[in-house]
C-alpha cells in the first residue's frame, strides 16, 4: 500500500471556540495548498457542547445549564447532532476531496476513514466495527461518532473516542423533548452508548489513547506522518476565528 505525506498535530486540551476555530485555519491551509493533508488529535479544556452546523442551539442545548457547569457551548462547521465533549478524544482529518483516501462518497469515506480508528481501538484491546452512517461501535454499543463537512474543495472529519461517559451529566446539558422521558433516555443511553474505561475495565489514559489513534491512522491509511505544530500563521488565523466567529453570538445562533 502506497504511503501518504501527512501532518501529524497533537496539539493537546483547548477550550471549544479554539478548538474548532484551529480545524477551520487548518481546512483554509490545506485548501490553499499550504499544508499537507492533517491528522489532529485533540482534547477539550474545559468540556464543550458541540452542536451541528444545522441544529438550532437552544433548541438542543440548555445553554443555562452549561453555564452553570462551566461547559463551553459552540458550533461545528459540520453537520449532525449535538455532543458532549467531555472524557474523549477527538480526531479531525483534513484533505483535499481530490486526495486518494477522500473517497467518492461522503458514506464511503465515513467506512474507509473510520477504519483508523477501528484499528487504534484494536491496539487497546477493543474490538469494534463500523456502523453506518458514521459511528463505531464495541460490541452493540458505540464508542465513536463522527462527522464531516466537504468545502473549499477539502474534506474536514472529526470524530470521537470515548474514554468514559456522565450521561447523567449530558442530559442535564442537552435538551430533552420532556422532562418525563429524560430517565428513560439516560438509561437507554447507558445501554446504547460506551466509553473504553467500562469496556477494559480500567481507566484508559489520554495519553494512551492519543498514540493509538495516531498508530491505528497510520496502520488503517497508510500514512506517513511527520509530527508537528500549528504554524504561526495557522494559530494566528486560529486565534482570530475563535474570538471573532466560534465565541460570536452571531455564529452561536445561526441556527
Not at 501518504?4 to 484551529?22: E, I, V
Not at 447507558?190 to 495519553?207: I, Q, S
Not at 508537528?228 to 475563535?242: F, N, S, V, Y
Request: aromatic letters at 8%.
Amino acid at each position: 500500500m502506497k504511503a501518504y505525506p501527512w501532518r501529524l498535530l497533537k496539539t493537546g486540551f483547548h477550550n471549544g471556540f479554539y478548538n474548532m476555530a484551529l480545524d477551520e485555519a487548518l481546512l483554509e491551509a490545506v485548501a490553499r495548498g499550504n499544508s499537507p493533508p492533517v491528522l489532529r488529535l485533540y482534547g477539550w479544556e474545559p468540556s464543550a457542547v458541540s452542536v451541528g452546523y444545522f441544529q438550532g442551539l437552544e433548541e438542543e442545548v440548555d445553554v443555562g445549564a452549561c453555564k452553570r457547569r462551566g461547559v463551553d457551548v459552540v458550533r461545528r462547521i459540520s453537520g449532525g447532532g449535538a455532543v458532549f465533549h467531555q472524557a474523549e478524544l477527538t480526531y479531525s482529518i483534513i484533505m483535499p476531496v481530490a486526495h486518494p483516501l477522500s473517497g467518492a462518497t461522503i458514506d464511503g469515506a465515513y467506512e474507509h476513514l473510520s477504519g483508523g480508528i477501528i484499528q487504534a481501538l484494536a491496539l487497546l484491546g477493543v474490538s469494534s466495527r463500523f456502523a453506518p452512517v458514521n459511528d463505531i461501535l464495541a460490541g452493540d454499543r458505540k464508542i465513536s461518532g463522527n462527522a464531516q463537512t466537504r468545502r473549499m474543495g477539502c474534506v474536514l472529519q472529526h470524530g470521537t473516542v470515548l474514554l468514559d461517559l456522565d450521561a447523567d451529566l449530558m442530559f442535564e446539558l442537552l435538551r430533552v423533548p420532556s422532562e418525563k422521558v429524560k430517565d428513560k433516555l439516560i438509561r437507554d443511553v447507558k445501554e446504547r452508548v460506551t466509553g473504553l474505561k467500562a469496556l477494559l475495565g480500567r481507566p484508559v489514559p489520554y495519553e494512551a489513547a492519543e498514540q493509538a489513534l495516531a498508530e491505528g491512522f497510520r496502520r488503517a491509511l497508510a500514512l506517513d506522518y511527520t509530527s508537528a505544530e500549528p504554524r504561526p500563521e495557522e494559530e494566528g488565523r486560529a486565534q482570530l476565528l475563535a474570538a471573532e466567529k466560534f465565541a460570536a453570538p452571531a455564529w452561536l445562533y445561526k441556527r
